[in-house]
């Protein structure tokens, strides 16, 4: 189900193309950098111009063979390389994945649980 992009370089990124259940959970989490003085005062600046990446908690219900293949996405790019995803009703972002969990339901009915975080790495 990955679809590919080529990157200038001969590098290849790859889109998440699988369809999450719908209630995950979104959060973000702003990284600040902070200067603190005397007498409790401080000073607090966003840290860089990508300073709110957003973090997903997403869970896919499928059958064994498209869990295999979601796996297999994911320990293709090893938590290190980011891949395209397009959350239902949200621009396409970069993310990496390097959490998940696999469930058995029942036979042939299996979950899997992942935990993406964006990323702004350049390349297209």
């Given at each position: 189900?990955a679809r590919?992009?080529?990157?200038s370089?001969?590098?290849?990124?790859?889109?998440?193309s699988?369809?999450?259940?719908?209630?995950?959970?979104?959060s973000?989490?702003?990284?600040?950098?902070?200067?603190?003085?005397?007498?409790?005062?401080?000073?607090?600046?966003?840290?860089?111009?990508?300073?709110?990446?957003?973090?997903?908690?997403?869970?896919?219900?499928?059958?064994?063979?498209?869990?295999?293949?979601?796996?297999?996405?994911?320990?293709?790019?090893?938590?290190?390389?980011w891949?395209?995803?397009?959350y239902?009703?949200?621009?396409r972002?970069?993310?990496?994945c390097?959490?998940?969990?696999?469930?058995y339901?029942?036979?042939?009915d299996?979950?899997?649980?992942?935990?993406?975080?964006q990323?702004?790495?350049?390349?297209?």
């Amino acid at each position: 189900m990955a679809r590919f992009t080529i990157l200038s370089g001969g590098n290849v990124a790859e889109v998440f193309s699988w369809t999450p259940l719908f209630g995950g959970a979104s959060s973000i989490r702003a990284r600040v950098k902070e200067a603190r003085f005397g007498d409790g005062y401080g000073q607090r600046v966003p840290d860089g111009i990508n300073s709110m990446p957003r973090v997903r908690k997403l869970s896919f219900s499928v059958g064994q063979a498209e869990v295999d293949a979601i796996e297999a996405f994911l320990m293709r790019h090893a938590g290190a390389r980011w891949f395209w995803f397009t959350y239902p009703g949200a621009a396409r972002a970069k993310f990496r994945c390097s959490e998940w969990d696999r469930s058995y339901l029942a036979a042939g009915d299996e979950v899997v649980a992942v935990t993406f975080e964006q990323v702004f790495d350049s390349g297209e």
